[in-house]
């Protein structure tokens, strides 16, 4: 093979494309080494960081769920084996530590409880890093370990004040511990460093098959360039070099002279391109002008990108603000026992991160109260249409203030938030979506304070009913026979048999006629496996109410006994209807209190970022999809509002308030929606109403209320509802009468319009707590309420309220 000469175009192409494959394929090794590389280490530390997560599942798991278990199952022992999470974690991890390319995980200390994992002198020195650079929260790094080399990831093992039960004072701790490991484990301080969490993971067996990997690599990179060398040489002497020699041949057959020849020989000197400089000059120079053009261009776009990263960096920074400012509300809320705490507590909250002047909640109904920050006696100003933001649900944000209804959706609002920044500073586009969020998440924390405290109370109710209970009540077995009766069983036992058995042993004296199976049906109970209620009637006019319960044994398919519960109707028969509502009420009140913690602070986060995503979302199908979320987010805490108004505690107060200045200020609320349905609302107060000792929000639920239902009642135009006010001498009653000019209660209505989720109105339109709400404030304040129709048409609704004593007065 002839070779070329080394001037000639084709050893140059050669030589560039020989020196070019180098670099090239020392770049690629260079590279793909760091990636192999790099490839192990995060596969390494993702392995591990999954342990280490793995590990915090377990303990989190035994910690909140396992061990608060075991204490209510087993309050007075300590089980090691299902209450110490060190233990567990250990148990559990063990078994992945079988082949030699699994993973090492040890949870050690120094001064270990178990001596078995006492820290060697690795972890030793991982401790004392950790002792001496607290802020430090994990080390990773490759050690030696058993003479294979180990990724290793550890983090510190802190006691906490939690963790110092078991390992704090010896005093102190579980007995089985003390008995089970002695002296060992315990005097640590609170959050002091004992030990850490470590996990090693082999990468010797790796990096061999790394090397071994880059080395089939070289060699066949190696083949591939000599193939690809011989190849484009071939190519490039049949396309290039042999059209060149053509040309050149042809040359020096037609300059034969000697200036031919001299012309021949430097030609021969350089390569063959060189008459196209001239050509690649002047196309180098418009290069060149298009490259100053597109330098300029870039440096202009480089600043556009850069104002435009700050700006974006300065809004994501805004936006994690309101993040945290959300969860520091919730936190705040949670802590907070009354309203007075809530706003102490969630007030300077707001006023820190909109960095204002002041910031104010003002109560705009009767109890007329604010709450400032910082704290002032001053009242804060608030705009003279008040009333028409609250009503609309319009929130005013100016340049330097803003006016936020606290609300958790429209037309319930609690009262105004009132933000005043300083000189010089303004409100954002943005900033309104966030204090609307905040206006309603400040109110359902309100709201959930209320049925907080109705969930206390009624627990207390319970506890007493339970502890003073005065009704009979037996634990019979399958033949009748009394097994256990309480003091009122016995009373009644004696009592009916005229003193002559006092054993509890009712059943016999109340089944025990001639047409009667003489157990009171027990035996018919426990063979259907159902409860039975049946009444008894005693010649002497007396009657009872029975209600069997089977009691099936934990170990048994079939029920071999029954709780007895007796309860005397003689005298309660004509109240039945009173008492089925009651305890209708009772049941969707507790209902009402468990959906209230557990949906609606869900439900004010879901709408609030709902907002959130509208806001920078374009139109079209997604923004329509988020209208949709919004809305049924909205209808979702309509209903719960109801629900939590339905849970509120009872409204007796100490206080005196005057029942038509309540009735005056809601009618003024909702004049503005009464006008707009073309419908009017009158109050006509008679003079020496009497005041009434209950809580004025709680009248102010109860008047708006019948409010919203008459005005969903009347027509489009030309709807009237009318309120009345009087002084009952006779029954020392202030009097309340509200009338519609609808179309009235229908008759067979009358007598479910008290009960829970009952309603007429049509879907999504009302849940059918109203009027239940109404009813059950009126019975705890001691009133009554009565519904009927007036003759000239509508409904009328008739209420009575105790008037509170002279010295009150």
Known sequence: MQLPRPYSLQSKFLIGLIMTSVVIGGLMFVGFSYHLRQVLENEVHDKATMVLSQVDSVQDYVRNTLRTRMYEVLPDSF?????????????????????????????????????????????????????????????????????????????????????????????????????????????????????????????????????????????VFGLAALLYFAATNYIFKRIVANNFRLLTTSFRRNFSDDKGIQLVREVEQGDEVGEMVAGIEKLSDYLYETRQQLQDYTTNLEAKVEERTRELAAQADARTSDVELFVQLLAGASRSASRQELWKATLPLIYSRFDLEKVAFVCTFSTNRHYTWPETDERPVIPDDWVDLLTHSVARIEASRAFIPVESFSGTAEGLLCLYHKPGHSFEAQDRIVLRAIGRQLCLGAENLMALDSIVRQNTNLQAIFEGITEPLLLANSSGSPIMVNEAARRLSTDLSDGASSDGNVIGLLCGGPSDTGDCDISKSLSLDKVISREVSLPGGRSFALSIYPVREADTEESERAV????????????????????????????????????????????????????????GQAAEDLDVIIKHTRQAQSVLKNLLNFARPKVTSSLVVHLPSVVDTVAGVFRVQAEKQGATITVDAASGVPGISVDAQAVEQIVVNLVINALDAVPENGGEVKMRLWHDEAADEAVLEVCDNGPGIAEENCQYIFDPFFTTKDVNKGSGLGLAIVYGFMSDLGGSILADNRKEGGARFTLRFPAAGEERQ
């Open 79 to 219: 089980v090691i084996e299902a209450m110490s999470s060190s233990y567990i974690t250990r148990r559990i991890m063990a078994g992945m530590d079988g082949s030699p390319t699994s993973h090492l995980y040890r949870r050690v200390a120094i001064n270990a409880r178990n001596p078995k994992f006492e820290a060697n002198p690795l972890e030793v020195r991982l401790v004392e890093t950790f002792r001496k650079d607290p802020d430090l929260k994990l080390w990773e790094g490759y050690e030696l370990i058993g003479g294979v080399k180990h990724f290793v990831m550890a983090r510190p093992v802190v006691y906490w004040k939690s963790c110092l039960h078991c390992h704090g004072d010896k005093a102190d701790a579980p007995v089985e511990l003390v008995r089970l490991y002695g002296d060992r484990g315990f005097g640590h301080k609170p959050n002091s460093i004992g030990g850490v969490d470590f996990v090693g993971l082999p990468v010797t067996a790796s990096v061999a098959r790394i090397q071994d990997t880059i080395m089939t690599y070289l060699m």
């Open 564 to 619: 007895v519960y007796v309860h005397e109707t003689t005298r309660q028969k004509r109240m039945l209807a009173q008492m089925t509502q009651s305890e209708k009420m009772a049941t969707v009140g507790k209902l009402a209190s468990g959906l209230a913690h557990e949906i609606n602070n869900p439900l004010g986060v879901i709408l609030c970022y709902a907002q959130l995503l509208k806001k920078g979302t374009p139109e």
